[in-house]
């Protein structure tokens, strides 16, 4: 598009103005500009219930009188409704809840809550936010403490007999309080709210774990007397009231209408260029890194003293746009260059911690992170904020942006896409993001591989009574569990009771945030210093020998991986590359749910079975040119979930002008593209699920695309993908058109995370492949299960 910016326009176009300095007047880079206005706020008087010590104290923290919204989501929770604040990015949401909580605690010195914050970042935020107010006059009596991870063995018992407002997260709800209610009673006893911050981040996995911890929180509460008022809030929702619901197992009301006020926000869309001397992976073009991009913007950023915040998709990411923006800096200030951070999950609570006070007060200038800041931590004053790479939803994309211009003052928020299909799309379809509706929240907390281990949890806890398993289906997955020994049922039918046998605590075994297998930890060999933790399924794709591990901008070498000991030796390296691993992987059909059949085009939503082994890793130089592949030998993994797939028959390959040879290329290229805009249409991205083809699949003996859920059991998206297949292969054939490359490229058809080497994949192919599913008829025929058949073939996998 041509730039055509008025120097004087506003304060976020100024900042645009800045960061197009050195860019020439004829590169396509920037692809879009919107203008997002402000507007006033919407004020009311206080509650008369409020009281008068809860309102003087927000007084004194000038809020002089509360917004609409806050008014409310307050007087709701006040008259016993579950209610859910779905209003923008820097609302004051908080006040809709802490009203009606000090008031309480205020009116009841016995009265207690229960904050629970998706991310440490943010609990400790609102406990400090929440600690200054309960510092005035009569609210110094109430005591407000932390309990997570981080808390002191000597701090918890103190805890558990004198907090009355408790600020933990759902792991130390399932960990420590629900396992120990016992200790715990106290606090439940008196139990009047309930606050869930920033819901929205419950979803997927992570949010069926989340919805049942609740159902077992409500039931814990309930045995001891106690009917919590549930809070939630939420920056951005599609039909926020279901999905509240759906997360506490009750009724929620919402509050949707916003009263606080806004300053303009200028957001824009960039893509960077393609790169004419360097190629990639099979000669492929390489456009110049989002990561790259975005230092050198936050570099120019920080020179203009905008205070910054720089979202990456990955932890290494955030360290690498770090340490290249310090680069940049220290070539011409070396203290302005002392002002910049990572900031990522990971790292050890002291460290957090010291970031946290350092964007607080204003000592670090700018900060590029993973989405632990994208939620509600309060950073006043920034000036821009910049995505390296669409963070997967439309809701995350605009919490991060809404990070920009807090209250009244003008911002700008600069996506730069990313070497991705997803990316490649939206910067060249803005319609499809800035028009677009927020997606619905998915979780599925019947999903046995999350139901079974909570029943297990909920049984040690209390008995399971036979209502309690009628009202969550649970009878089978309660049957299963008794036949292996860990439940036993007592009673008559209808009114017996379900009782954990078992002889250990099935608690530490389940991990709510969706983490597959225990952690390891990461270790420097020659002092024993721990640099963090990471998950066990995902440390052979990370962790492997030979792996490059950023942390706090320092490059580490992993010497060894011991999965068996949970522990990853590292030693300080700095290569001069960077390393991402191969792995094959193989799937098999174990039953089908829904067949649904299109012409020549039939497609199923199926349980499957996967198998994956990490079987090397590439090397690749920080230009983005491949230098080789290691390979490795680490053992085979298996994922039991669900997938949408669909198969070709052999006409409409024939009709499409698709030969024999081309079928593995075309299909594999159509398969990487499909999983890059799923997130589209599902609350995922791209790492959250995988994906096999094959020109013919042993189970259903034709051509195949499997697009599969990253968890066990399934997490919801691959289900989504299935309802909205025809719009999901529209946009994917619409990206790949899109796309200048002549034969593939990683913001076509190539994936970071191929299995394969991204070989074969034929571009053409897969556009001749896409148009022909789209020309056949649009109503679908739907088909009982056993219409999928078996014969033999060779998979290929992202």
């Not at 790479?389 to 995350?396: E, H, K, L, Q, Y």
């Not at 030998?633 to 006409?651: G, M």
Request: a negative charge; hydrophobic letters at 40%; proline letters at 6%.
């Amino acid at each position: 598009m041509t730039r055509e910016i008025q120097p004087d326009q506003s304060y976020g176009r100024s900042l645009l103005n800045r960061v197009l300095d050195g860019v020439p007047a004829t590169d396509s880079r920037l692809t879009h500009i919107s203008e997002i206005p402000g507007h006033p706020a919407e004020t009311t008087e206080w509650p008369a219930w409020a009281a008068p010590a809860a309102v003087n104290a927000l007084r004194t923290e000038g809020i002089e009188q509360p917004w609409s919204h806050q008014a409310a989501t307050a007087d709701h929770a006040h008259r016993g409704q579950h209610v859910v604040v779905a209003t923008g990015t820097a609302s004051g949401k908080s006040l809709g809840y802490q009203l009606p909580v000090l008031t309480a605690l205020h009116d009841d010195p016995r009265a207690t809550a229960l904050y629970l914050a998706p991310t440490k970042a943010l609990g400790a935020d609102q406990l400090r936010v929440m600690g200054a107010i309960t510092r005035h006059g009569e609210l110094r009596d109430i005591a407000v403490a932390s309990y997570d991870g981080d808390t002191p063995p000597e701090i918890r018992q103190w805890v558990r007999s004198e907090a009355r407002w408790l600020f933990t997260n759902p792991d130390m709800l399932h960990l420590s309080l629900l396992r120990s209610h016992r200790r715990w009673s106290r606090f439940f006893r008196r139990l009047r709210y309930v606050v869930v911050d920033e819901c929205h981040a419950y979803r997927g996995l992570f949010g069926s774990h989340v919805a049942l911890v609740l159902r077992r929180l409500r039931r814990l509460a309930a045995h001891y007397g106690a009917d919590p008022v549930f809070v939630l809030c939420s920056a951005t929702a599609a039909d926020p009231a279901a999905a509240a619901s759906r997360l506490v197992g009750a009724d929620c009301v919402a509050v949707t209408e916003d009263g606080s006020p806004r300053g303009p926000r200028t957001v824009a869309f960039w893509e960077p260029p393609l790169l004419t001397a360097v190629t990639g992976e099979n000669g492929a073009p390489v456009r110049l890194g989002a990561t790259t991009e975005a230092a050198r913007i936050t570099a120019d950023l920080v020179v203009e003293g905008a205070r910054t915040l720089t979202f990456a998709r990955s932890r290494r990411a955030a360290e690498l746009i770090a340490v290249h923006t310090r680069q940049r800096l220290a070539e011409t200030d070396p203290d302005l260059a002392e002002r910049v951070a990572a900031y990522r999950g990971g790292y050890l609570p002291e460290d957090r911690r010291a970031l946290e006070a350092g964007l607080s007060d204003g000592s670090l200038l700018a900060a590029a992170t993973t989405n632990a800041l994208e939620l509600g931590v309060d950073i006043a004053g920034l000036d821009a904020v910049v995505l390296a790479g669409f963070p997967g939803t439309v809701a995350s994309f605009r919490q991060q942006i809404g990070r920009a211009g807090r209250r009244t003052q003008g911002a700008l928020a600069l996506l730069i896409a990313r070497d991705d299909p997803l990316d490649t799309y939206l910067v060249h379809h803005p319609e499809a993001l800035l028009n677009r509706p927020v997606e619905a929240t998915i979780i599925d907390p019947a999903n046995p591989y999350v139901l079974g281990p909570q029943l297990l949890c909920a049984a040690m806890e209390l008995p399971i009574g036979d209502a309690e398993a009628e009202a969550l289906d649970a009878h089978r997955v309660l049957t299963e569990l008794a036949g292996q020994g860990h439940l036993r049922r007592r009673g008559a039918e209808g009114d017996g009771r379900w009782f954990y046998t078992a002889a250990e605590s099935p608690h530490d075994d389940v991990d709510v945030r969706g983490g597959i297998g225990s952690q390891v930890s990461i270790v420097v060999g020659e002092t024993g210093r721990l640099l963090g933790t990471t998950d066990a399924g995902r440390a052979p794709a990370t962790l492997h020998e030979g792996a490059i591990h950023l942390h706090q901008g320092e490059s580490y070498l992993v010497e060894e991986l011991d999965l068996e000991g949970g522990v990853a030796f590292v030693r300080a390296d700095t290569p001069g590359w960077t390393t991402s691993a191969r792995r094959i992987t193989s799937l098999t059909l174990e039953e089908v749910r829904e067949v649904r059949s299109f012409g020549q085009v039939t497609t199923a939503f199926a349980e499957v079975t996967v198998r994956s082994r990490v079987v090397g890793y590439l090397r690749t130089l920080v230009t983005g040119e491949v230098l080789d592949l290691v390979e490795l030998d680490l053992p085979e993994q298996t994922l039991p979930t669900t997938a949408v797939l669909y198969t070709v028959t052999p006409e409409l390959l024939d009709r499409a002008g698709i030969d024999a040879a081309a079928v593995p290329g075309a299909l594999h290229a159509a398969e990487h593209a499909a999983i890059g805009l799923l997130p589209l249409v599902a609350t995922c991205d791209r790492w959250d699920i995988g994906g096999v083809s094959t020109a013919q699949h042993p189970d259903t003996g034709l051509p195949t695309v499997f697009v599969y859920d990253g968890q066990p059991g399934g997490a919801g998206f691959a289900e989504r993908g299935f309802t909205m297949l025809r719009h999901w292969l529209r946009a994917t054939l619409d990206a790949v058109e899109a796309c200048a490359c002549r034969s593939g490229c990683p913001s076509c058809v190539q994936s970071p995370k191929c299995g394969n080497g991204n070989d074969p994949l034929d571009k053409a192919g897969a556009i001749r492949l896409l148009t022909a599913i789209l020309a056949e008829p649009a109503t679908p025929t739907i088909r009982c299960s056993s219409a999928i058949t078996i014969t033999g073939g060779q998979n290929v996998a992202e």
